[in-house]
């Protein structure tokens, strides 16, 4: 599969009857420190023709952002010309890509400002997030919209400390999620940046992690991607080698592939093209 091809031009422009973005909020807890009850937000994407379709159901993305971001990162972010919604809409006027929701939450909350800065504190936020994914998160997303609520429809995906969360989701959620997206960043399970310092110890203690939840036999699906100028290239590229080694793709039932696109930088636009080219392949 060719997955080096560019973002069309036009799709970042919009277009005249897109998909629209709705806010949630819902209660949650400080699943990493006191489980504390705070309030979280998060922003939801539905397709064109959502509203039209009363009978269609739809496959879900999760989409989580990197360190020091939000939940509006993806859509309204810096690179405001470049926004994901167009090119979403765009793949699915043309028929790229079947109609799906796409949620793009937070790992942060109201009183974590601190952890904006702080990498470490924003590895703990990430570690923990599997919890309010699983408890709260995911069950309103079930509940609110119409979708096909099983593991084989559901994607988690990331950029950056949002590919360390997606692969904390993987390690604790494997049985209600099949399809997983991490864009330049690598398991912490370790430590910071484990996939470079310990690549074989990181993919041994994942497979216990997913061994000691149970989740051993089942299958997955998994793109990592990023780019060979991204800064986190030598940690996730290491880490997915090791991963290899040791025997995580089996070619059939349990795939783990890795891209790394040429010059490809630790920033938004680069994710965009990642996004576009494996998103029609994940599900
Ligand atoms: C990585 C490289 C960089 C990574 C995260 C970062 C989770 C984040 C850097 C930052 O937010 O400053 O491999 O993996």
Redesign the pocket.
Known sequence: MDYTRRVPKEYYEPISDGGRVEEITYPSKVYCADSAEVTKRALVYLPKGYDDNAEEAYRVLYLMH???GNEEEFLYGQEKKRELLYILDHMIEDGVLKPLIVVFPSFYYSDSQSALHD?KEAGLLTKFYHNEFRNDLMPLIDSKYRTIADREHRAFGGF??G??TTWEVMLNCLDIVKHYMPLS??C?IVEQ?G?ATFPEKTSQLMREAVKDEGFGDMSYNVFAFTGDKD??FP??SAQIKAMLADGWDNGSDKRLRFGSWEEGV?WYPYIYEYIYNILPDVF
Do not use: V
């Open positions: 990197g360190g020091g990498i950056s400390m590919a360390e960043g690598d912490w940046k996939g800064i986190a940690a996730l630790h």
